[in-house]
């Protein structure tokens, strides 16, 4: 409590008159009730400030059972895309050669005499070449767009026009066929063309499953067989302050060798595995408890190379370039749907 309100109740008891003291005047004794009256409500009225609270915090006391953990692994998904485009389903052949033989009909007419000489050896090759085929384009078979049938554009069931394999050997008969022809033999020369390369591989012939060379128009993945027998991606534990770009690249030259060359792909992981052990173990140096593995899975390509087992450093035995519905056959069915989801269809 503040000085001010003492010093002047000290004031009032001093001076304070008695009724029959006549020297105070009736204003001034008036006052002094006044202040008297206002002095005590304000001391009654203040309140006192809360003290401040008392934090305890309780000592911490080190545990003696184990700490529960988890082993965190890395694994790498390593593919090769597609090489090629895949297969025309039958009705896109039938829809793209269809396609086809409609620009022949709303195409103007070719304009021969623009491009050949008349009587030159181009003129009488064109001439030949379109009795026989009757248009100007070489790969959508025998047919007039200006004829009284070019209305009938489509092909029959069973046709063989709309196949790319037909389509090529057209294109290369037209091509190995020079048009000059011998007068003695009357034989048209044939000029060496160069083919273009089989969509099916001698990989693909023999079942090597080991190629890069197979399956060209899917994507493959490097599956590893361990010590136990298992196959699964390349996967190994996570090292003293590795994050798991590191240790996927790390995985890829201790599994597959210096001789390829890849690169992963981002920094997260594409999908991931937990798996619980029937009986934990405990690491009594370290004190924690191991309940189970986790494992990430960090996505990679193959540029180049191949890879190459001799001398891993992961123990493991055997390696395949497999397409998706292959490795299903190939794994655990546990792990199977675990990693499924991760892989593309093609």
Known sequence: MSTAPNGARRLVSQWRPSTSDQSICKSCLATLHRRRHASAAAAATRVEEPAAPVHYTPPVIASS?????????????????????????????????????????????????????????????????????????????????????????????????????????????????????????????????????????????????????????????????????????????????????????RIIVQAGGFNINTWVVGNLPVGHQSIDFPKTTVDQEKKIEQLGEKTFFMKARIMAGQANLEGNKLGLEDFKWLAKEEIQKEVHPRYWSDVRNMLVER
């Open 65 to 249: 059972s184990p700490r529960p953990s988890y082993q965190i692994n890395a694994g790498v998904v390593l593919s090769r895309p597609p090489v090629i485009t895949r297969d025309l389903t039958p009705f896109e052949k039938a829809y793209f050669f269809y396609q086809r033989r409609l620009n022949e009909r709303l195409a103007l007419p070719f304009g021969r005499y623009f491009y050949y000489e008349k009587g030159a050896p181009g003129d009488l090759e064109w001439k030949r070449k379109i009795k026989e085929r009757q248009t100007p384009a070489r790969d959508i078979g025998v047919y007039n767009a200006y004829s009284k049938e070019g209305w009938n554009d489509e092909l029959l069931l069973g046709a063989k026009e709309s196949e790319p394999e037909n389509q090529v050997e057209a294109l290369l008969r037209d091509a190995e066929d020079t048009g000059k022809e011998d007068e003695d033999a009357g034989d048209a020369k044939k000029e060496a063309v160069e083919k273009p390369m089989p969509r099916v591989t001698e990989a693909d012939k023999m079942g090597d499953v080991k190629s890069l060379n197979r399956l060209l128009q899917r994507t493959l993945y490097l599956l590893v067989k361990g010590a136990k027998g298992g196959w699964t991606f390349p996967t190994a534990g996570l090292a003293a302050k590795e994050d798991l770009h590191k240790a996927a690249e």
